[in-house]
C-alpha cells in the first residue's frame, strides 16, 4: 500500500520525459513577472488604491470596497443575468482595465429595484455580498442630481415630475420646489421643479430610467455617497450604519 | 486506412454525461431570474463553486473565500487522484468546444496531423502562470478567461439576447404577416408554441448589454477557433484545465497502449481531444488527457486500454512500437 | 340558498336576468364598506372578497354585464415591485373576487394584466395579482410586446394616436380595477388614470399634460364596469409608497359604470375634493360621466 502511494507521489515530482509539461522556466518566470507588472500597473492607475473616484462607476448594492471588490469579482456576470431591470452591465473602462468586464449600473438602461436583492444572492465570491432586503435598502449606491439645463420645469417651463412618481424610497428623496416661470409665449406658469434630498437618496437611478428625456436625462446617477467606499462619501454625519 | 469502428459504450456515455452537464449549465442559466420569493435560488451559481480557479485566484488575491467555493477544492481532489475528467465529463464550455470540433467534420487524415500533442499547448500554463502572478498582488482577472465566466458572460450578454431578439422577430413577424393559405394560417401552430416558448425560455424584457460586440465576437471567434484545432480553447487557453493539468498530472486511472497490439495506425490520434496523445505509441501525456476514450474506441487492434496504475519511474523505459 | 322547484329554476334562470336588463333604475354605483374591519391578513382577505361580491351584486350581479361565452379583461394595477399591504397595487383578492364572478356568469376566458411600471417579472407575483388570479381561472401573464398597436383616439385633444394593447380593445368587455393612490402630479392616480397600463410608448410624457391626456385615454378607453379597491389606500409618497405608515385602511369596495363618478368618490377617501383632482373635472367637463356621484344616487352598503 505505502509503495504505490510512495510512487504515485514520486510521479509528480520526478514524472517520465512522457509526461512532463515541460515547461521553460524562462518562459514562467517571464509570465509571472508579466502578471504582477500588470497588477502594479493598475494599481498605480489613478483608479487604483482608490486614489480616485469615476462618478460613473456606480456599482450593485453589496458591492465591497472597490479594492477589496476587484480582488474578488470573477466578471462571471451572473448579477447582470439576474437584474430585472437590466441594469447590471459588463464595464468597459469605468474602473480601469482592470476592471473590465466587472458590473456596473447604467441607468439609462435599467435601475436597482428597490426591494430586490437578487444580485447579492447570486455573486458566488462575495464580491457583491449578500444581503437582507431591509439592508439593502439602506445602501447608498450613489446620488442624483438635477442637470438644470435639460429638466423640463427648469429649462422649458413645463411641469413633468415623472422622476418624483418613481421614485421608491418611503419618504421620497426627489421633492419640489413651486416657481413661476414665464413660457416662450410670455405667459406665467407655476411648475414644480425637483430637487433630490442628499440623506434620503439611494442612487437606485429609477428617475434616470424614467426621465422622459432619453439618451441624456435630466437627472443622472453619480457614484458619489457610496456607503462601500467611504472615501468616497458626501455628507457628513448623516448617520447609517455604512456611514458617508 | 482500417474500417470504422463502431462507437465504443464508454464513449457514448462519457457523451451522455457531458450533455447532461451541459444541459444543466443552460438550465442554471435560464433559471437565474427572479422566483416568487425574492430569490434566485443558490443553486444558480453551482458551477462557480466547482471551480477551483476562481477560488483560488480569489483567494489569493483577496485573502478570504466565500463559503460555497470550497466545493471546488473536491473538485481539485478528485483531478489530484483520478486526472482531468473535468475537463471531459463535465465541463459545460468544454462540451460546447467538443460540439464544435465535430462540426468541423474533417478527413480522417487531416485530423490525424492536427489530434495529437502539440507544443503550444504549454501556452495556457503560462496564461495562468499570469493570472496567479496578478493574483498574488491583489488582481483577480483570471475571470477572464475562466472558461464558466466566459461561457456564463458571453451567454448572458451576446448569446441569449441574440437568441432571444432573431425567436421574438420570427414570431413577431408571423403575427403580423399571418401567412397561410385561405382559412388555414401558421398563426394555429406558431402562437401556442411561441406562448410556451415566452413562458419558458425567452426574456421578460429583450435584453440590451453594454460591451455585447465585442464579448459575442470573442464568444464567436473561441467557438470558431476548434476548426483550426480540436477544442482550441481547451488546449491553448483555459486557464482552469492548465490549473487542472497541473493537479492531474500524476492520475492513478491510465490509458495503456499496449506495445504488441499497437499495429501503429495512428487512429487513436484522430479524435484525441485534449491532445494527450502523440505518434510515438506508448506515450500518453496525463496532463492533457480528458478521458474522452475516444483513443480507444477508435482503435482497431484494441491496443488501448483503461485501468489503475502509478506512472513508471522516469527511469524505466516507456514502451516503445516496433 | 332556498330550493327551486324546476319551474322556479326556469322562470329565475330565464326571466330575472331579461327583467334585470329591462330595469331603467338599474343602480349606476355602490359603495360597499365592512362594519368591522379585520386586522389579520386572511380576514383582509375574506373582507375585500365580500365586498367585491356585494359590490357587483348590488348593481345587478356581474350578468348585468358579462354574457356567456364572452372574453372578459380585467384590468388591476400590477404596476408596482411592492407587496398588498403596500397598497401600491391592485388587492388581489378584489381581483380574484372580480374574475370568479366573470366565471360564475359565463365568461368563457378572462384575462388580467397590465403593463407595469417597475418589472413584470418582480410585479406581477409580488402583488400576489398573479397567484389570485390564476387561482381563480384567469389568464394572468405579462403583456406581449407584439399585440400593441397605435390607434387613433377618436375626440382626443392632445393624445391624437397612441399605442394601445389590442386585446383590451379587442376583448367583449373591460373591467377596470384600480387602487385608490395619491400622486403628487395628480393629485389622486384612480380608475382613469389606471388605464394608462394598456399604452406602450413613451407615455411618461403624458405628464406634461396629465388632465387632458388621461381624459383622452378616458374617452377613448371605456370601461363597462370599474370596480374601485378603497379597502387599503395609500395616503402619502404615491403612486409608489412602500412605506406602511402611508396605508390608510378605508375598508370599501366601489362598483360603477360612470368612471368619472367612482374616481370622484374615490377623490374623496383621500381628503380630496373632486374638483381638485384635474383629470376627474376635465372628464367631468368633457361629459364622460358625473363627478357628481351623489345625483347617481350611490348604494351605500354597510357589509
Redesign the interface.
Known sequence: MIG?IF??I???V??????R????RR??L???????G???L??THPLGRQRSYNPDLVRPPGALAE??F?????????C???C???GI????FEAGL?G??TPVL?MT?GYC??????CT??????AIRALT?AEKQRVKIGLAYFDRNRC?PYAYA?????C?????????AIW?EEAQVTTPAGEKVTV?QPRVDPELCIGCGICVN?C?IKGQPAVLVSSVGESRNPANGLLLNSGGPYGG | MARKQRTSRLVWLRRGVQGVFLLLFLYLFLETEYHPINLAGAHVKLFFQLDPLAMLTAWLASHAVAAGMLLSLATLAVTLVFGRWFCGWICPFGTLNNLCTSLRGARAKAKLETGGYGGWQKAKYYVLVVFLGGALFGVNAAGWLDPFSFFFRSMTTAVYPVLNDAVSSLFGWLYDANPGIGPVRVTAVSEPIYEILRRHFLAVEQPHYVGNVLIGFLFGAVIALNFVRPRFWCRYICPLGALLGIIGKNPVVRLNKSAEACNNCRLCLADCQGGANTPDAGQWKPAECFYCFNCRSDCPTEAISVGFGTQPDSHEKTAVVK | MRELNRRQFFASAVLLPAVGKLQAATPAMAIAHYKAPPTAADGIAEEARRLTRRAVDALGGMRRFVSKGQVVWVKPNIGWDRRPEQAACTNPDVVAAVVEMCFQAGAKKVMVSDRPCNSPQRTFPRSGIQAAAEKAGAECYFMDERKFRKMAIQGGKVIKEWEVYTEVVEADLLINVPIVKCHDLSKATLGMKNLMGVTAGPRDRFHQDINNAVADLAGFIKPHLVVMDAVRVLAANGPVGGNLADVRRKDIVVAGVDQVAVDAFGATLLGLKPTEVGIVSEAHARGLGNMNFRALSPLQLEV
Not at chain 1, 520526478?14 to 509526461?19: E, T, V, Y
Not at chain 1, 476587484?70 to 451572473?78: F, M, N, V
Not at chain 1, 429595484?113 to 437578487?118: A, F, P, V
Not at chain 1, 418624483?164 to 421620497?172: G, R, V
Request: glycine share 6%; hydrophobic share 35%.
Open positions: 504505490p510512487r504515485w514520486k510521479g509528480f520526478k514524472p517520465p520525459q512522457s509526461a509539461l515541460d515547461l521553460s518562459q514562467l517571464a509570465s509571472g513577472a508579466a502578471g504582477i500588470a497588477a502594479y493598475f494599481h479594492e477589496e476587484l480582488s474578488k469579482c470573477t466578471r462571471c456576470g451572473e447582470m443575468k439576474v430585472p431591470t437590466n452591465h459588463p464595464a468597459a482592470e473590465l468586464w447604467k438602461i429595484e428597490y426591494e430586490c436583492t437578487l444572492q447570486v455573486c458566488p465570491t462575495g432586503v423640463l413645463r411641469t413633468c415630475i415623472v418624483e412618481e418613481h421614485c421608491p424610497t418611503p419618504k421620497k419640489f414644480k424614467k422622459v
